[in-house]
């Protein structure tokens, strides 16, 4: 199909008569879940017609899919459960099976319907909870992956290494799927902990990939090692990074690495992509110091952003919250899902400016809203504390290796203020003093607070406080206060 060049009006007529036929034929027969919350809030499916009218349909939240002491089990809800008697009724199940017997058709039942692989949300600040794939859904990750890497550029004859840990999570498993589907050499390390730093070193070295495919600090790890090593990579022309943000800075610093170990066009292509969407998107790639931003599959799910507070539905490019839908799924299945993710430059219709490609993109920086902290630096009232903006700055100064920032009572008293730490290991030859200065002076302008201490690492030993290695997901923000 020709998914990236259809007109906006015909992406809309397939993303309408998809819904339909998914909210009447699947959710409402089939979903335990919407088949409650239709009934609850008289919500007649039938009456679902396009995509302006899903504002009529509920939120899905988080919380929805939580275990709660009366459902320990409450994500089951949310799995597809067919009712056979409701299929063998359908007249293209009843030709199907005399023209090529029942077997045949019980079989695709099973292929369509039956939960055989699961990936679970990372579960940082939450209760993890595992979302179930048919056979049908394998189908569409695998689709994703091809069209992911088309949409980075690549060709069947570049090859890739995948540097995302090896887990039930998302990130890993889309990749592994894209090089199958695309049929594409693609060896995947399994990350820094199954085959550690020097393991990872030796298998690019190994594979000559022209892919880098991780998380970013992972990534940018990896390179400055081998970087340091003396390795050159000069067939490296493409970075691929997933699983948290990409910042410019870290982009920056990983071309800079790259071009000193004879790389020459290095592009560096961002992703997103969540548990409940169970897919991801990406950049193509975009000039230096640009974003193309993420490339949406039309027929594949619907992106609304919202108002978070009124839950209005935004308009082209205003900034809100990112809602998802899928329109063609099975296994575990949520409707209008709200991600808690914040994007400034909200969705685009406009035709790439790099690739051409007419899809909808998701535009400019997503942050969360729990990336906001309360701080107590006074006794009195609080601070709110965004850490997305502490983050960009440290990303973006060249002179830091890695960071992290912690947050502590002062004297280790659970009565006493808040204090903010920040850990840094500067890069080779960076001047500590000035680092220190212009550090506070950014923190002043931005956020109107400095660190109550600047304290110094090796980069092994930041490595080790941000677990990089024994951890899915890197410590960034330590939030060492006693629970209250
Ligand atoms: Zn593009």
Redesign the pocket.
């Given at each position: 199909m020709n998914w990236d060049r259809l007109s906006a009006s015909e992406q809309r007529r397939i993303q309408n008569v998809k819904l339909r036929r998914f909210l009447t034929e699947v959710i409402a027969p089939f979903s335990p879940y919407y088949r409650k919350l239709f009934a609850e809030h008289k919500i007649d499916p039938l009456r679902i017609r396009t995509i302006e009218d899903l504002r009529h349909l509920p939120f899905t939240r988080k919380a929805d899919l939580l275990p709660t002491s009366e459902q320990p089990e409450k994500f089951r809800e949310f799995i597809i459960i067919p009712d056979l008697a409701v299929l063998k009724r359908r007249p293209q199940v009843i030709a199907a099976a005399l023209w090529r017997g029942r077997s045949v058709v019980e079989r695709r039942f099973e292929r369509e319907f039956r939960p055989i692989f699961l990936t679970a949300t990372t579960g940082r600040s939450s209760m993890p909870v595992a979302f179930a794939y048919t056979d049908h859904d394998m189908g569409n990750l695998r689709t994703a992956g091809a069209r992911l890497i088309q949409t980075f550029g690549a060709t069947t004859k570049m090859r890739g290494v995948n540097m995302f840990p090896c887990a039930p999570h998302l990130a890993f498993w889309q990749v592994v799927l894209a090089g199958l589907e695309y049929g594409m050499l693609l060896v995947s390390s399994g990350g820094g902990k199954i085959m550690g730093t020097a393991g990872n070193i030796d298998l690019i070295d190994k594979i000559k990939p022209e892919a880098i495919i991780g998380i970013p600090t992972f990534v940018y790890h990896v390179i400055r090692e081998a970087h340091a090593q003396g390795r050159k990579w000069p067939q490296v022309i493409r970075i691929v990074l997933g699983g948290e943000k990409s910042p410019q800075g870290v982009r920056r610093k990983i071309v800079a690495l790259l071009q000193e170990m004879g790389a020459r066009d290095v592009r560096v292509c961002g992703t997103y992509g969540f548990t409940e969407a169970r897919l991801a998107w990406g950049e193509?790639p975009p000039p230096p110091g640009e974003w193309?931003g993420y490339?949406l599959f039309p027929d594949l799910g619907i992106v609304e952003v919202i108002d978070p507070d009124t839950g209005e539905v935004k308009g082209e490019g205003e900034p809100g919250e990112l809602v998802y839908t899928p329109l063609d799924a099975r296994g575990t299945v949520v409707l209008r899902y709200r991600t808690g993710d914040y994007v400034d430059g909200g969705v685009t219709w406009e035709p790439?400016p790099?690739?051409g490609?007419t899809v909808p993109r998701i535009i400019g920086k997503i942050g969360r809203a729990s990336n906001t902290k309360e701080l107590q630096f006074g006794k009195l009232k609080g601070t709110l504390v965004n850490f997305d903006n502490l983050q960009q700055i440290l990303d973006d100064t060249a002179e830091i290796g890695e960071w992290q920032l912690e947050i502590r009572k002062a004297h280790d008293d659970p009565l006493d203020v808040d204090e903010l730490i920040l850990h840094l290991a500067p890069v080779n030859g960076a001047n500590i003093e000035q680092l220190k200065e212009s550090i506070r002076k950014r923190f002043q302008t931005e956020i109107e607070l400095t660190p109550n201490r600047i304290e110094f690492h090796s980069i092994e030993d930041m490595l080790k406080r941000i677990k990089l290695e024994s951890s899915l997901k890197e410590v960034r923000i330590l939030d060492a206060r006693p629970k209250g």
């Open positions: 193509c193309s490339h790439c790099y690739c490609r």
